[in-house]
């Protein structure tokens, strides 16, 4: 089928049962001569695709610290482990998407696809010759993404001091490789994938991230890599947009035709906006201009530019994701409705029910398009900057508060916007918000929701630290009569009922918990190393008496922070340094 991933270069996988084995990480051409190697046959069993940093120069892992974390991982997951939960924010905010049954995995046997020994390493031509083997492996990426079953994300926190670096979940989602690794998998048919934090920690994540952390603006080692692999993503666009119109799933179709754009920044490739042939020109339109809204509204399937589609989107939200200001122009000249609302939520843009075209300009930091909606008089709220907030978008964030905004907003579950930006990571727009507000938002809840969520990088925590965040505040629990005090009662009884969850552990012990308590409950080793360093009370208590240790056992917590509870905080002190250091190439 035309929609299905081309492979250029065979998927070559080692069975599971040699990978548990393994005491080294060897290249491809080593263990192919000695037979490890497998090309992976889907009739024989699943594939295992491992994305992963290098840890070193010119090996991935040549201490064998973090592979060995992943078999570990793998042999609890193979043997007492019922199943993988949901991180917190898929749960709170996803509720369709599931836990992964570890049953899956046990269902057939697994063939791991780890790069290093799954691609050609030792040939003297690099992979921007199109006509090395391992050239064409990279082009076969989407296929080996597609072809595997599961898709494991491996980054426990690790300290690299020879490389001054830490590596963790965040460092790897700044890698342009992981990226494109992690982009593929968000087109393939199951887009969801697993965060192993440690051995015995282990999350699934069931939301898109590829339009708020774009491939293209990704680090990466080598500047030629970005050049070859645009094209690369291109063509699986274009396939899952072929696959969408064969499946008539005409909502996915727009949203990924229309947010091509932001999917490729950094790559110097220009979206393919009419893949559909057969547009007649009416009406004696000749010029580019004329032809804009009925070209547009043909490729989307649309009659008019008021109609509203089954995913509750008008056009004019479509042309917002685009980010294109004369075609918003061309759709407001014909009477587009400006003050139309989404009415269904569209997890794969971060998007919720009742946004305007504004916020889902703002929230791709389309700010051209933004300000544009602005100037013609496009009503300004809260979804707006929490939107704009939400995904980082600083330039956003100053445009509304400046269109009349107040930056101590509230809006989803009434909570502030600020601990919405806290909550993803959105150091930018945090940053922003508190400028705009005179430095005088509430910080006292930021680092419970930076930590608990996605944002508890290093950066971001010693940020709200030294704007005087409190660095033992205890978590403020939600009115019970609240929209959110709902919330977390309900996932309170989840808890007490036996259904425990990340995010039910984290609303049962609410009251009275730390950050640092929080950090651990969380597995975010990174924040937990810069509360430490920072003097964090390692004896803190929730209302339930349990403190942070208590949360720590059984996890499998990095050596760093199991030494700072018995006295030495020099690990945590290094860490929290290494990880605040300035992103460079490596």
Known sequence: MADVAPMLFPMYTVPLQAVLKMTEIRPHEHLKADGVLVEFDKSKGQGFFVSHQWIGGSHPDPEFRQFKVLQDALRGVLSDMKSIPKDPDSEANFPSAKSLSTSRLRASPLFVWYDYFSCPQLENKHFSNQTSNLAKAVDSIPAYVERCAFFFVLCPVLDSPELSKVFSPFSWAERGWCRVERFCRELSPDGTYVFIKTSKVMEVAAYTTSLREAPGEGIFTVDADRLRLGPVLMGAIQRKMLHFLKTRDFIGYRLLLNSQAALLRGFAMDP?????????????????????????????????????DAGGWAPLHYAALRGDVELLRSLLAQRADLRAKTRKDSPTVAGVRGISALAVALSLKNNGAARFL??????????????ASAMDNAEGVRMVCEAGCSPDTRWIFDVPVFLTACQWGALGAMEELFKQSGNTLDLSQGLHFAISMKGGRAELVQWLLDAKAGVDVPYQVPPAMSVFGIFFAIFSLQHRLGNITPTSNLCYHSEGRSPLITAFMAGSYEAAAVLISEGARLDAITARGLTALDFVQGQSSPDFLIDAFNGDDSGCRRVSSLAQTVSVKY
């Open 272 to 308: 393919k906006y009419e893949p559909i042939p057969g547009f007649e020109k009416t009406g004696g339109a000749e010029d580019d201009e004329s032809l804009a809204v009925p070209t547009f509204l043909y490729q989307n399937g649309f009659t008019s530019v008021q109609e509203v």
């Open 374 to 387: 602005i100037s013609a008089k496009s009503e300004v709220g809260k979804y707006d900057l929490g939107m």
